[in-house]
């Protein structure tokens, strides 16, 4: 079972900045590709960035250019970069990870709100 924490999430003035941080924990051999989504209120979830292993990155287009996911895998942390935010990035940001076996699992969730 694969637990993921998340912090870093907050309020900050649009144009601002903000990392959010990852870590898995729990019983498992390997995390491999991990990510990002965000759901705004009264939306779905969507995907924000997302890193294998080997660094290999893919980012929604409203984020390209602003945001940049990291990893360390010997933490099994990943990292987002939060550059010129918008109020339009308003939203719970979850993390997740593939574990053993293709599993998926999410955190509970952090809070990233921008003002205007």
């Known amino acids: 079972q694969v637990q993921l924490v998340e912090s870093g999430g907050g309020l900050v003035q649009a144009g601002g900045s903000l990392r959010l941080s990852c870590a898995a924990s729990g019983r498992f051999f390997i995390i491999s590709t991990m990510g990002w989504y965000r759901q705004a209120p009264g939306k779905q979830r969507d995907l924000v960035a997302t890193?294998?292993?080997?660094?290999?990155?893919n980012y929604a287009d409203s984020v390209k250019g602003r945001f940049t996911i990291s990893r360390i895998n010997a933490k099994n942390t990943v990292y987002l970069q939060m550059n010129s935010l918008k109020p339009e990035d308003t939203a719970v940001y979850y993390c997740n990870a593939h574990s053993d076996f293709g599993a998926e699992n999410w955190g509970q969730g952090t809070q990233v709100t921008v003002s205007s």
């Open positions: 890193i294998t292993r080997g660094d290999i990155t």
